[in-house]
DNA sequence: GCTACGATGTAGGCATCGTCAACATTTAAA
DNA sequence: TTTAAATGTTGACGATGCCTACATCGTAGC
């Protein structure tokens, strides 16, 4: 009666707990063994669904990133252009103080050095839908005489840095701790309101 | 006369052969033991220097944070305000480019979460810093209606983000690679220009 | 229905790692 | 010169990633 051989869904209970652990103590700390142990089955049976510990890091950054993709998907509502930009710019950025392990994991060199070509196509799709909109504002005159490449790199930087300052520890100091969100939008209006 | 039995200058050797490697692997294959072979001493000689491998990496972060302190103190040579902003955000990049593997360390969660007092205090020194300016020159006229901690939101967010940009792998498909430096200047000056 | 096979899980082992404790050697202070 | 602090060595312990051999389950053909 009590655990059967089989787990019956071993792969998917080791995602969602690695992303719970992956929350609490960081990467450094998340261990095959320990999540085998927390889902009663035994040390090697991780191994059958993620040969190795970067494969199931890049399991939850594919997952990861495909949360994400569907929580900026949400801008398509807003008209092509700029504002669909900076929807796009804020969903991303409260997408990852949602969901910081996973936002975490994404932006470890340690886990992307490992990048599957799986994953590594999927960011660069992101980042073609990102272009394809800032060429459709400049279409509609949005910024129309600048460097196409110069208006993506700041973007991506804006947004990355954004969520990074509202995730990592280390900014919450600095940063002011009011109206966070008000701020984020003022911020990201300096370039794109 | 080979190998005596003490090192003499284990600590530092030890701090730069660790960056070495953190440049040639990450940080999650950085070995205390490792290092100790390389340098050819006992495997738990580096715990008197450092009783642990997150001391270590606090040390090395240490370190970059006054390189990086020295790299943008150069732009003191700037007039005050944001033409001094300007030089210091691209310092930062470019002291970033030059240095990836001492930015990884201290753009790792996973290392920024055990920070020392130190660390974190020269790095509220630093954030001090880029405010001071910021407001400095918001009284000489730059942006003067703004709420300043949006500005150094942005600032902040624009400078990590495009750092990382910059060095992260994964971003370098999606970013064009000609004139790499020409469009971070020009990014950079969609805001400070 | 039965059987063979692939998928999934277990048991044990190996090399490595971080860290600790006990001991050795060197340096420097008293 | 004596003695204590710094620094280095040796050996050990538990934990980890991953490998191999074996056990059990589900299921696709017959």
Redesign the interface.
């Known amino acids: 009666m009590n655990s059967p051989y089989h787990h019956g869904n071993l792969r998917e209970a080791l995602l969602t707990r690695a992303i719970e652990t992956l929350s609490e103590k ?3 700390h998340l261990s095959l063994r320990a999540l085998a142990r927390d889902l009663g089955v035994s040390h090697a049976a991780p191994l059958r669904h993620f040969p190795t510990k970067a494969d199931l890091l890049n399991a939850i950054a594919i997952g990861g990133v495909h949360s994400l993709i569907a929580a900026t998907d949400a801008s398509q509502t807003c008209p092509s252009g700029s504002p669909r930009l900076r929807a796009m710019a804020l969903a991303y950025v409260d997408w990852a103080m949602a969901n910081s392990a996973l936002h ?1 994991v994404l ?4 886990v ?2 490992h ?1 599957s070509d799986d994953l ?1 196509q999927l ?2 799709a992101f ?2 839908r990102q ?1 394809q909109e800032i060429e459709a504002a400049q279409r509609q005159g949005w910024r129309k005489d ?2 196409p ?6 973007l ?7 969520a ?2 509202m995730t ?4 919450r ?4 701790t009011s109206n966070i969100r008000q ?2 939008a ?2 990201i209006d ?2 794109l309101g």
């Open positions: 960081g990467v450094e975490g932006r470890n060199p340690d992307m050095r990048a590594s960011l660069v980042a073609d272009k600048e460097d490449a110069v208006l993506f790199l700041h991506v930087a804006l947004t990355a840095g954004t990074i300052v990592d520890e280390i900014y100091g600095p940063i002011t701020k984020t003022a911020s300096l370039f």
